[in-house]
T-cell receptor, first 117, second 117 residues
Framework: DAGVIQSPRHEVTEMGQEVTLRCKPISGHNSLFWYRQTMMRGLELLIYFNNNVPIDDSGMPEDRFSAKMPNASFSTLKIQPSEPRDSAVYFC???????????????FGPGTRLTVL | AQTVTQSQPEMSVQEAETVTLSCTYDTSESDYYLFWYKQPPSRQMILVIRQEAYKQQNATENRFSVNFQKAAKSFSLKISDSQLGDAAMYFCAYRSAYTGTASKLTFGTGTRLQVTL
């Protein structure tokens, strides 16, 4: 079975540009999470969805960040406009009782390394 | 709010030896899950082992085992017969069991493990 798929794997952009990160969760999973990893703040949750509905977006740093989950197999995280301090690795993870070898465990994608110049 | 503390920023172990990574957490909940994730240089977050708080038996996965002390809120990871491929950043994580699959992970700051010949 395919794991969590993220694209792109690397993104380099200039300050002010729009950035869109994409995630395909494991088939059958009903929860999806976006995390950000930086040296200063470690791993922090940005937002998570359950059954395509945003449950908690309190980790989204500011209005420049938005996330959507239009269906059970796709989610996007958008930054508009991007700033150098947004440079980080962004992970998508999914979990669900109906998929994966271990129930209720979050499985991570490979991450997107974002660099904003 | 729950917190996870990893007090060892770096650890080193010789190949074939045993090493223990420490993790403590703070919570007022009685039912939760604890995890150890491994992050090698590839940045992929890989699940190593998981423990359910209501189970008294310590989880084991091949060379990896945990020492779960619920009263002390301690969750250490023991790696036996260390291999060069074990070199990575190890993160301890907590997840509440009360909200089903839609529950975020709270991570510690990580322990970097070096494996020497």
């Amino acid at each position: 079975d395919a794991g969590v798929i993220q694209s792109p794997r690397h993104e380099v952009t200039e300050m002010g540009q729009e950035v869109t990160l994409r995630c395909k969760p494991i088939s059958g999973h009903n929860s999806l999470f976006w995390y950000r990893q930086t040296m200063m703040r470690g791993l922090e949750l940005l937002i998570y969805f359950n059954n395509n509905v945003p449950i908690d977006d309190s980790g989204m740093p500011e209005d420049r960040f938005s996330a959507k989950m239009p269906n059970a197999s796709f989610s996007t995280l958008k930054i508009q406009p991007s700033e150098p301090r947004d440079s980080a690795v962004y992970f998508c993870a999914s979990s669900g009782s109906s998929g994966g070898p271990i129930r209720d465990t979050q499985y991570f994608g490979p991450g997107t390394r974002l660099t904003v110049l | 709010a729950q917190t996870v503390t990893q007090s060892q920023p770096e650890m080193s172990v010789q190949e074939a030896e045993t090493v223990t990574l420490s993790c403590t957490y703070d919570t007022s909940e009685s039912d939760y899950y604890l995890f150890w994730y491994k992050q090698p240089p590839s940045r992929q977050m890989i699940l190593v082992i998981r423990q359910e708080a209501y189970k008294q038996q310590n989880a084991t996965e091949n060379r990896f085992s945990v020492n779960f002390q619920k009263a002390a809120k301690s969750f250490s990871l023991k790696i036996s017969d260390s291999q060069l491929g074990d070199a990575a950043m190890y993160f301890c994580a907590y997840r509440s069991a009360y909200t089903g699959t839609a529950s975020k992970l709270t991570f510690g700051t990580g322990t970097r493990l070096q494996v020497t010949l």
